[in-house]
């Protein structure tokens, strides 16, 4: 962290009680110069470390993290809002990205090319390695910061890198304590910072030619302008970006299994505000109005209140204004012929998880992506509009089928627009084991323990000439 609390800094509020549970400061210009220049020795460090003292790092933050397992959790939920089970789900999620990348650490394995495809090569050795790029900038999202924050600074580290970190604005204190327990498990001075402030900080980091990549999650037009000032030194970027991803209930889906992914991907988890949460679904007409049933009823057993308590389902949305905007969605939908079935009221923070029936496909308010508990259901008449429909949108990070019949799920899988399909379960899957991410404007890139750790490298090929004379 750098910089001293001012009257400027940055209040943290519980999203639940609007209580001010810490400040933050804002860290200047200068002062993020000062910690690209830091961090200058720290990636030169890094890269002097052998693979088994990077993997020994990251398992001791894992372990770290581990021993203060309760204390993180209780935080994470207060700052953000998220159930205490899901922040604890997020936490053993975060200790087992860093102990997958301690391993990948081991495994940065170049190749040989064979050179006798060439005449006259015949005789000559080739080999790549991996090369760390230098410094990379992670900027972490509110919704999951730990998990995302572990994708993030562990592939950098593991990769041999420096990283500097840009948390959330909205609920930074989490990452702060965990950016102690990373300074007691001694990395090299200036190879793990971490610097707060709003969106001027990370335009200090994204500008900075000291910085040789970015790694962003966050909205598409944060996206765009990240891009944007990365070409301006031809630094690698990397973009996870929105979502807005669709389910396809066919008519010989299980409907009740269909009913519980929408209810545990969308209206629980995360309080809606997940990028890969399932937010249009297009429902065949013979089975609409039983799978509308069964949803409702399911929303309506859900509890909304304390996040710290083990018995709430639905916590606040990360700020009022961010439940202002979902409500507003809401009541636009509903205006233009949609019918509330249940929930779309808002007490402060809250947003109570919300059924919308009678939803037209080209509704503009499903054009977009509500960040918050709201189920929209389209009915289709069968699955090829239903495809229709979900690939018309501008984004393609995960999308959802649900059919008894395994030749449709994978012909529909094939055709969909999106980075990632799952069959008969909802969109908001991740695993560190698996790509993430997807096309047009969700970005581009993936993330996991194998595709981010290289984008953090470079490749460097070296010949040896008469090595095979």
């Given at each position: 962290?750098?910089?001293?609390?001012?009257?400027?800094?940055?209040?943290?509020?519980?999203?639940?009680?609007?209580?001010?549970?810490?400040?933050?400061?804002?860290?200047?210009?200068?002062?993020?110069?000062?910690?690209?220049?830091?961090?200058?020795?720290?990636?030169?460090?890094?890269?002097?470390?052998?693979?088994?003292?990077?993997?020994?790092?990251?398992?001791?933050?894992?372990?770290?993290?581990?021993?203060?397992?309760?204390?993180?959790?209780?935080?994470?939920?207060?700052?953000?809002?998220?159930?205490?089970?899901?922040?604890?789900?997020?936490?053993?999620?975060?200790?087992?990205?860093?102990?997958?990348?301690?391993?990948?650490?081991?495994?940065?394995?170049?190749?040989?090319?064979?050179?006798?495809?060439?005449?006259?090569?015949?005789?000559?050795?080739?080999?790549?390695?991996?090369?760390?790029?230098?410094?990379?900038?992670?900027?972490?999202?509110?919704?999951?910061?730990?998990?995302?924050?572990?994708?993030?600074?562990?592939?950098?580290?593991?990769?041999?890198?420096?990283?500097?970190?840009?948390?959330?604005?909205?609920?930074?204190?989490?990452?702060?304590?965990?950016?102690?327990?990373?300074?007691?498990?001694?990395?090299?001075?200036?190879?793990?910072?971490?610097?707060?402030?709003?969106?001027?900080?990370?335009?200090?980091?994204?500008?900075?030619?000291?910085?040789?990549?970015?790694?962003?999650?966050?909205?598409?037009?944060?996206?765009?302008?990240?891009?944007?000032?990365?070409?301006?030194?031809?630094?690698?970027?990397?973009?996870?970006?929105?979502?807005?991803?669709?389910?396809?209930?066919?008519?010989?889906?299980?409907?009740?299994?269909?009913?519980?992914?929408?209810?545990?991907?969308?209206?629980?988890?995360?309080?809606?505000?997940?990028?890969?949460?399932?937010?249009?679904?297009?429902?065949?007409?013979?089975?609409?109005?039983?799978?509308?049933?069964?949803?409702?009823?399911?929303?309506?057993?859900?509890?909304?209140?304390?996040?710290?308590?083990?018995?709430?389902?639905?916590?606040?949305?990360?700020?009022?204004?961010?439940a202002r905007d979902v409500e507003a969605a809401v009541r636009r939908a509903v205006a233009d012929g949609a019918t509330l079935a249940v929930g779309g009221t808002r007490e402060g923070n809250f947003v109570h998880p919300t059924v919308l029936t009678g939803v037209r496909p080209e509704e503009p308010e499903i054009a977009k992506e509500i960040f918050g508990p709201v189920a929209p259901l389209v009915r289709v008449k069968d699955a090829e509009e239903a495809l229709r429909h979900a690939n018309d949108s501008d984004f393609g990070l995960q999308a959802a089928i649900f059919t008894k019949d395994i030749t449709r799920a994978f012909s529909i899988a094939r055709r969909l627009e999106a980075g990632g399909v799952i069959i008969n379960g909802s969109t908001a899957l991740r695993s560190e084991h698996l790509p993430f991410g997807g096309g047009k404007n969700t970005g581009g890139s993936r993330e996991s323990l194998h595709d981010t750790?290289?984008?953090?490298?470079?490749?460097?090929?070296?010949?040896?000439?008469?090595?095979?004379?």
């Open positions: 962290m750098v910089g001293s609390v001012e009257p400027s800094g940055i209040e943290v509020l519980n999203p639940a009680t609007g209580e001010v549970i810490g400040v933050v400061p804002v860290a200047r210009e200068a002062e993020v110069a000062a910690v690209v220049d830091a961090a200058q020795h720290g990636r030169r460090a890094m890269a002097e470390l052998p693979a088994h003292a990077r993997a020994a790092l990251l398992n001791a933050v894992a372990d770290g993290m581990r021993l203060r397992f309760d204390e993180l959790a209780r935080l994470l939920t207060t700052e953000n809002g998220k159930p205490i089970e899901q922040t604890r789900g997020e936490l053993t999620a975060a200790i087992g990205i860093f102990r997958g990348f301690a391993e990948e650490a081991k495994r940065l394995f170049g190749r040989q090319i064979p050179l006798d495809v060439s005449p006259g090569l015949e005789r000559h050795l080739a080999i790549t390695i991996r090369e760390p790029l230098g410094v990379v900038a992670a900027i972490v999202p509110f919704n999951y910061p730990v998990e995302l924050y572990a994708y993030k600074a562990a592939a950098a580290l593991a990769a041999g890198n420096a990283v500097i970190v840009k948390p959330p604005e909205k609920c930074p204190l989490t990452l702060l304590e965990v950016a102690e327990i990373v300074e007691r498990a001694g990395p090299p001075a200036g190879a793990h910072q971490l610097v707060t402030g709003g969106p001027e900080v990370a335009q200090a980091l994204v500008s900075s030619p000291g910085v040789r990549m970015v790694s962003l999650t966050g909205s598409t037009a944060a996206g765009r302008e990240v891009a944007a000032i990365a070409a301006r030194t031809l630094k690698k970027v990397q973009l996870e970006l929105g979502g807005n991803d669709p389910m396809i209930v066919c008519a010989d889906a299980d409907v009740d299994r269909a009913a519980e992914a929408i209810v545990l991907g969308r209206l629980a988890r995360g309080n809606g505000q997940i990028c890969c949460a399932v937010k249009r679904i297009y429902v065949e007409d013979a089975v609409y109005d039983e799978l509308a049933a069964n949803l409702v009823a399911r929303t309506k057993e859900l509890t909304v209140g304390d996040p710290l308590d083990d018995a709430t389902d639905v916590g606040p949305l990360i700020t009022e204004q961010a750790l290289l984008e953090m490298t470079d490749e460097k090929t070296i010949i040896v000439m008469e090595a095979l004379a």
